[in-house]
């Protein structure tokens, strides 16, 4: 009886502590209200094409509308609308932010007036719409803009003077950010992706949603800790899928895995902005423990550069070579084939086509081309699929593009595509396929090459204006067998060649490979 009873009681408690537990988000009526702000720009300040202007953002719509910005499915936004959405006591709301640059990361400076206007936009909205308990700011960390050498943290500093000091704020990086502690003298929290390919943008989103949630209700004391290794890299070496770009991330999440409420956060950088805070960077956060966020800071700072030789240095195959060794994987049965070419920025270089066309491959797939004055031609001749098609295309963007390659072939397709109003398909040579696009387009998996019914399957070669990305659909996938990254001639920005660029505002000569020596 004396056991039935301790069990009937035991029950009981454990129902009324089930009840309890479901009804208290129900009995608060408080809601704590979590604003979301967004910002991105990869900016290489070497490529042509003039400063970034208003309506290089506004090409598609004067800007997100807060409702649009939160609707997001994907990456850092969609991670943290998903994680929030576990708290029933939290509404989100978006904020009027700037959508994407025409162009992408082929984009030169962002200009003041262009930066300004957005500001404003997002200042507004954000002051129409307080008090607010907390601040989502879904940024990239490589934006260059005119005259502010720090803009993430800019953009911080100016929302923590219309939210107050107390209000937690956190952001969401690209590890290849330029950032140092700047941005953390303003905002409480920064999370970087730890993947390139970026598979992990949403989980970083919903990290920082679950650090706003506990920060505000006294749960979590950030403690931040900032190291920057003098080392500076291109992006084509920091493919995560390798050592040592591998290990420095593995070391990050041992870290994390190991101390509990730890957050590592590393910054590759990005060499092709040239702002001061360029090269690595590691962001070490704790739960009220500045001790540990200095000891991990500078453990992974000391890991980054003991590995900096492999990790700042590597070569690849110059076009021609990259052309001999297609047709030999191709006689040996290794297709397909996939070429990333990896140092062309602005997306009109013809270095690889030239050397295929040269070698004679077949059973190709270009995609793509970056060509908008052959796209105006074609409009004008208002083409249709089967007209002939006899004209010169890319190479038009300066030495770093090479000559321009005549293709004498018929229009596949001209139309939208891609997100663009025109875009087109071009046949010629042996079952080659040419893409012409109207701005630099990097393909990144399979799926935007089934356009028009097409099938990639059929193809032997892909070449991709890639450097790592490509490896998310043609590598990782196990697609090709053969992937070669391929250099270009010349010492070129967006080769690994960084040295030969002229920068004004980074500290290239005090980072390494360029100033420190292997004595060092």
Not at 130 to 137: F, H, T
Not at 425 to 454: A, C, K, W
Request: with cysteine; hydrophobic share 40%.
């Amino acid at each position: 009886m004396n056991r039935c009873y301790a069990v009937l009681h035991c029950s009981l408690a454990v129902f009324s502590a089930m009840i309890f537990i479901v009804a208290l988000p129900a009995a608060s009526a408080e809601h704590h209200k979590l604003a979301v702000i967004s910002y991105m720009q990869e900016t290489c300040t070497f490529c042509p094409g003039g400063d970034t202007q208003i309506k290089d953002r506004a090409w598609r719509v004067p800007f997100v509308n807060g409702n649009d910005l939160i609707d997001r499915q994907g990456g850092f936004i969609g991670g943290f609308v998903h994680a929030i959405s576990e708290y029933p006591d939290v509404r989100v709301i978006g904020i009027n932010s700037p959508d994407e640059v025409y162009g992408g990361s082929s984009r030169s400076w962002e200009s003041s007036e262009s930066f300004e206007h957005f500001m404003s936009i997002i200042t507004d909205d954000l002051k129409a719409n307080l008090p607010v308990d907390g601040v989502y700011l879904a940024l990239h960390g490589a934006m260059a803009v005119r005259d502010i050498p720090r803009p993430e943290a800019e953009i911080a500093r100016r929302i923590r003077e219309i939210v107050g000091p107390n209000i937690p704020i956190a952001g969401s990086f690209d590890l290849h950010g330029n950032e140092d502690e700047q941005f953390l003298q303003w905002a409480n929290a920064a999370f970087v992706t730890k993947r390139y390919p970026h598979y992990d943008a949403a989980l970083q989103g919903e990290r920082s949603a679950r650090f706003l949630y506990r920060s505000l209700k006294g749960l979590y004391n950030a403690t931040t800790a900032t190291r920057k290794p003098p080392v500076i890299t291109a992006s084509v070496l920091q493919w995560t899928g390798q050592t040592p770009s591998m290990d420095i991330m593995e070391r990050a999440r041992r870290w994390e895995a190991r101390e509990a409420d730890v957050y590592v956060s590393v910054f590759y950088g990005f060499p092709w902005s040239d702002v001061p805070d360029v090269g690595a960077t590691v962001h070490v956060m704790t739960n009220n423990d500045q001790d540990l966020a200095n000891a991990i800071a500078d453990d992974m700072a000391e890991f980054i550069w003991r590995v900096r030789e492999s990790f700042a240095n590597g070569e690849f195959p110059m076009p021609k070579e990259a052309a001999s060794l297609t047709m030999e994987a191709m006689k040996q049965g290794e297709t397909p084939v996939v070429l990333g070419d990896y140092s062309d920025r602005p997306g009109d270089a013809t270095w690889i086509l030239k050397a295929l066309m040269e070698e004679g491959v077949s059973n190709m797939m270009y995609a793509a081309l970056r060509d908008e004055r052959a796209l105006t031609a074609l409009r004008a001749t208002k083409a249709r699929p089967g007209d002939s098609f006899d004209m010169s295309v890319g190479g038009f963007t300066g030495e770093q593009a090479g000559e321009p390659v005549h293709i004498e072939g018929t229009v596949k397709y001209f139309g939208k595509g891609w997100g663009y109003d025109e875009i087109a398909m071009i046949e010629f040579g042996d079952n080659n396929l040419l893409f012409l696009v109207p701005t630099y387009t990097q393909i990144r998996t399979l799926s935007p090459l089934h356009i028009q019914g097409l099938n990639p399957d059929e193809y032997d070669v892909f070449v991709v204006k890639s450097r790592v990305h490509f490896r998310r659909g043609f590598d990782e996938t196990g697609y090709a067998k053969t992937i070669m990254v391929v250099d270009a001639p010349g010492d070129w920005f967006g080769t690994t060649r960084l040295d030969a660029l002229d920068y004004q505002y980074a500290p290239i000569d005090m980072l390494y490979p360029f100033h420190y020596t292997e004595s060092d």
